[in-house]
């Protein structure tokens, strides 16, 4: 049972390059999430699903593309890199709250981005 | 809007003495409330979840957290503290608006010193 599990982990790209980050989770969660994380900002969601061949966006989606083909992955795209996207990017899964059962969302290692 | 603050950007603690990470919340429904914490280099790990009941919650590796509703907190603490303590914790809060998903704050800097 790998948990969460997110591919590459360091990438340096140019201002203006196109990547994909992979998150894979197999613990049958419905919920997925990509998050950044900078200094003095805390994590901040970017965009999320909740199931498979469905996203949402979240609180910063600008610059950014996601897609859900499967249920155990979750695909987060830039398609034009720029130096504002250096940060950590954080994947996580949870199953799927119901009424008053709220469930804790499970982390991955992390991806460490940087744009020049 | 729904939010949590954690006022300290770094707390200081000596090795066997006590710890307290502070959270303060703002929302619109029933405050369900979570810690985390993030090792150097790592993901972040569940520590511990307020949903409902006592107001007190224990969590893993010996952490615990008080719930006052009156003072809007969701303070994590632990008795004795371990140099291995020393990493970064979030406290975060159910956002009711938006199909459950959680809001952070910005994370407080633990360093247990020997």
């Known amino acids: 049972n790998a948990g969460v599990t997110q591919t590459p982990k360091f990438r340096v790209l140019k201002t203006g390059q196109s990547m994909t980050l992979l998150c894979a989770q197999d613990?049958?969660?419905?919920?997925m999430y990509w998050y950044r994380q900078d200094p003095g900002m805390g994590l901040r969601l970017i965009h999320y699903s909740v199931g498979e061949g469905t996203t949402a966006k979240g609180e910063v989606p600008d610059g950014y593309n996601v897609s859900r083909l499967k249920k155990q992955n979750f695909l987060l795209g830039l398609e034009s890199a720029a130096p504002s996207q250096t940060s950590v990017y954080f994947c996580a899964s949870s199953h799927t709250p119901r009424g008053d059962r709220t469930y804790e969302q499970y982390f991955g290692p992390g991806t460490r981005l940087t744009v020049t | 809007a729904q939010s949590v603050a954690q006022p300290e950007d770094q707390v200081n603690v000596a090795e066997g003495n006590p710890l307290t990470v502070k959270c303060t919340y703002s929302v619109s429904g029933n405050p369900y409330l979570f810690w985390y914490v993030q090792y150097p280099n790592r993901g972040l790990q569940f520590l511990l979840k307020y949903i409902t009941g006592d107001n007190l919650v224990k969590g893993s590796y010996g952490f615990e957290a008080e719930f006052n509703k009156s003072q809007t907190s969701f303070h994590l603490k632990k008795p004795s503290a371990l140099v291995s303590d020393s990493a970064l914790y979030f406290c975060a809060v159910r956002d009711w608006g938006s199909q459950g998903n959680l809001i952070f704050g910005k994370g407080t800097k633990l360093s247990v010193k020997p």
């Open positions: 613990m049958n969660h419905e919920y």
